[in-house]
């Protein structure tokens, strides 16, 4: 039987860590879990961005303030953050793709939704 777990909190309580905790330990036990999460990227003590992080280990932006992407790339914005679609789509989508009916119970995506408050 499957069971699916919403995490919700603010900011800072440790929801990423919790996952890949989680992750970690079902991997060691030989459970056979897929995903993603994102984590934020930090300079100088003030974020600056997120990546997507597979649980195969593959990272790559998700987003960046005001970043500018190379020509060609598509970009869209959340807030003050500059999306990387082509590097979500490339990390993503295959986890997404290859969801079955047989082994959908072992994704573990991080689904979080961030809202725009006004705050820098």
Do not use: W
């Not at 919790?18 to 990227?41: A, M, R």
């Not at 500059?82 to 959908?104: A, C, G, I, M, W």
């Amino acid at each position: 039987m499957a069971r699916h777990v919403f995490l919700t909190g603010p900011p800072g309580v440790g929801k990423t860590t919790l996952i890949q905790k989680v992750s970690e330990v079902l991997k060691s036990s030989g459970v056979p879990v897929d995903g993603f999460y994102t984590e934020e990227v930090r300079q100088g003590g003030r974020r600056i961005g997120f990546d997507v992080v597979t649980l195969s280990g593959a990272r790559g932006p998700l987003s960046r303030i005001g970043s500018e992407l190379p020509p060609g790339k598509r970009e869209c914005c959340v807030g003050q953050y500059v999306v990387d679609l082509t590097s979500f789509e490339q990390l993503v989508l295959p986890v997404l793709r290859n969801v079955t009916k047989e082994n959908r119970n072992h994704l573990l995506p991080e689904i979080v939704t961030c809202v725009q408050s006004g705050r820098k």
